[in-house]
């Protein structure tokens, strides 16, 4: 079971990386549990600065636009 | 897990293949040659199209229409070359680098480089907030940090490819000088004015140093390459709307508003609160390089002077009610308040100047 956080304040981008995150994870048959990180103060804590930052099991793997397809399939 | 392997290999197979890096270079080459050809054939196309449509020239909806289909497929053409061509670049910039380079840099030499960097690193008003706190987290002084984010929406890459595109590289240069310009006075102020104490409580209470360092990714060309085309997609993707309302109106406008209807109010010899008043016009008003530039054009053609439209166009793209009710997130209202009257009177001053020596 991977643990994703999405930190975003709620941009389109943000709705977008979650979109492709679960559609990846369903595609690999990888169960995850996702949720979406959209106070500040939160997000601010794992000194992301560009949004959408993306935490996996607790390290920030990803920030500043939608990731890419391959990218996702390698955090896997 | 034998069963997982045999579906991840599935699902490998499924996904588009991504071009080779030849591949990229090759239709790179091809699509400059295009490019060209296309931007060369912009006044023959928008006669053929007025000429099926049985239109003509020298009248209103004939010289509406020939606007509005010579502008679109320009501004269109303009910007992808221009995006395309800043993902690239902006590939060498991350927000994390930008820190580090601004991070500990005195007043003054700090806001000079925070407004230089704002053009080049990837900006999003969506995450104007976490690279805020991002930047005083790190030892950024407060001055610095508005520099750049004054310069970063400002002084970007659209409306500088429009510009260029519609007046040429003069006037492209002077928005690029005096767009830094505003940027770093106005940096220079808020630093000056000590205005710490107007950040809210939490943001006060992240200290330096606390924000944990992102290993650097490194970046081969053909990642570059497809970071440009992702840029074009994510860009062009977006703005595109905008850029059709606006040449819709600036149309409308070259069409049918009488020849120097606009001298009298916008012009040259307009009584001098005609800038003000096109400064906060444009606060309200929010949209992008890329929607009000076409507008700004069509003005121009109707007489109105340059440090005017200018100083309008900057307020609609710099001083906007949504990015201040963003900002109220992180700041108290004093600063906000400081912040709006410092950009405004660096963009008015502009415009004065602008006018009197064109």
């Not at chain 1, 949004?51 to 636009?65: M, N, S, W």
């Not at chain 2, 006044?43 to 679109?72: C, K, M, P, Q, R």
């Not at chain 2, 600036?250 to 009584?271: C, E, L, N, R, T």
């Amino acid at each position: 079971m991977k643990d994703i956080k999405v930190l975003g304040t709620g941009c389109a981008n943000c709705r977008n990386t979650i979109k492709l995150i679960e559609e990846v994870a369903a595609a690999r048959g990888v169960a995850i549990t996702l949720t979406k990180v959209e106070e500040l103060p939160e997000i601010m804590k794992y000194g992301v600065m560009s949004t959408p930052g993306v935490v996996v099991d607790g390290k920030v793997v990803h920030a500043g636009g939608i990731p890419d397809r391959s990218k996702i399939a390698g955090w896997f | 897990m034998h069963k997982l392997n045999q579906k991840m290999n599935t699902s490998t197979l499924a996904e588009p293949k991504p071009l080779s890096l030849s591949a990229w270079i090759a239709g790179l080459l091809v699509g400059a040659v295009l490019w060209v050809l296309a931007y060369s054939q912009l006044t023959n196309f928008a006669d053929a199209v007025i000429g099926l449509l049985g239109l003509s020239h020298g009248n209103h909806l004939g010289e509406a229409v020939h606007f509005f289909f010579y502008d679109t497929p320009k501004v269109l053409l303009l910007l992808t070359g221009i995006v395309f061509f800043m993902g690239v670049i902006q590939t060498f910039f991350s927000p994390e680098r930008t820190r580090a380079l601004l991070s500990g840099k005195r007043v003054g030499v700090g806001n000079v480089l925070a407004a230089s960097l704002g053009i080049v690193t990837p900006f999003c008003s969506c995450s104007a907030i976490p690279l805020f706190i991002g930047f005083l987290s790190a030892g950024v002084p407060l001055g610095v940090t508005f520099s750049f984010l004054i310069s970063a929406p400002m002084v970007n890459e659209v409306a500088l490819a429009l510009l260029f595109g519609m007046f040429g590289w003069k006037v492209a240069a002077l928005y690029l000088g005096l767009g830094l310009f505003v940027a770093i006075i106005s940096g220079l102020i808020i630093g000056k004015l000590k205005m710490e104490r107007y950040l809210e409580d939490w943001v006060q209470a992240i200290h330096a140093g606390e924000a944990p360092e992102r290993a650097g990714e490194t970046w081969t060309w053909l990642e570059r390459f497809q970071a440009g085309g992702r840029h074009v997609k994510e860009i062009v993707g977006k703005v595109w709307p905008y850029i059709m309302g606006g040449i819709a109106i600036g149309a409308a406008i070259h069409g049918y508003v009488p020849q120097d209807f606009m001298a009298s109010i916008m012009g040259k010899d307009a009584p001098w609160w005609s800038l003000p008043v096109a400064v906060a016009m444009g606060v309200p008003m929010y949209t992008n390089a890329a929607g009000v530039i076409p507008i700004v054009e069509a003005l121009i053609g109707k007489g109105a002077a340059l440090g005017t439209v200018l100083a309008f166009m900057m307020s609609v793209i710099a001083l906007s009610l949504p990015e201040m009710v963003i900002l109220r997130k992180v700041l108290r209202i004093p600063l906000i308040a400081t912040f709006v009257g410092v950009v405004a009177s660096g963009i008015l001053l502009v415009g004065y100047v602008f006018n009197s020596v064109l």
